[in-house]
């Protein structure tokens, strides 16, 4: 398996989580159970009323970060501040709170960076943080670590918020280069847990309903990611759990992505999410890994 397969893999396994979780987005795992079973279709719904394979802002803000990076031929903070601006002009199906209110401050200064803020420690910057993953890829720590935060800020100014989206662009890239999920859970997710104990995932019970609080998110998607073992059993696990479960799938799924490859994606998955953002996916894929 190569490293463009599974860079491809990574970038539909974020839009087809995105898709699979945005129609129990909000939910309990009760309520979910009672309606669903187990929710393991792209049946589109939800309070977004979405067709099947339609995504939500996760994937249309990485496209967003995607297409500015290609365009300046790296992670650019003003450039991406303009891209999610003109996102949000368009009248997206969804936007955070976060999200809209330092785009919106944006606006009204022209500075792409967000004043630091504890309490902005939402997952908003981590479930686009993928672009950054393929750009980056043959970069130093430190420039992979600026990167992140080029992009971040300018909705999210927080060390957890910075911590959660750093640690996930580097498990994209082990996995990238092909080392195992052992690997990922030593030396990155671990590490995570020993410098910021909020994310700490193991010796506390399964994480149900998670909010849109980065800790939350990441706990979740740990436990998925971590405990099954191929793509369809992580994002079907996350979803399950509720609560911003658009965001825990699409983060979950381009983790598996990354590990398993495209050959594990599910046939009947990749044929229902939207083809056109199928396409963009793929081609953002290829190009972005091609980016120094």
Known sequence: MNTSDRAVAAYLGLAIGDALGSTVEFMTPREIALQYGIHDTLRGGGWLHLKPGQVTDDT???????KSILAEGRVDALASAHAFDAW????????????????????????PEAPYSVHDAGNGAAMRVLPVALATLSHSENAVRTACRAQAHVTHNCTLSDAACETLVFMVQDALHGRDKNHLLQ???????????????????????PSGYIADTVQA??????????FASCLIDVVNRGGDADTTGAIAGMLAGALYGLDAI????????????????????????LVD
Request: proline residues 5%; positive net charge.
């Open 60 to 66: 249309a803000m990485s496209l967003a970060l995607g």
């Open 266 to 289: 599910p046939d009947l998955w990749l044929k229902t999410l939207d083809p056109d953002i199928a396409l963009q996916c793929k081609q953002q894929a290829m190009k972005l890994i």
């Open 88 to 111: 949000m002009r368009s009248k997206p199906v969804d936007i955070g709170n976060t999200v809209r209110r330092n785009l919106i401050q944006f606006r009204k200064t022209g500075h």
């Open 187 to 209: 030396q990155h997710a671990h590490q995570l847990v020993a410098r910021h104990p909020e994310f700490r995932f193991r010796s506390i019970k399964s994480v149900s309903n």
């Open 221 to 230: 998607v740990f436990q998925s990611f971590f405990d099954t073992n191929d």
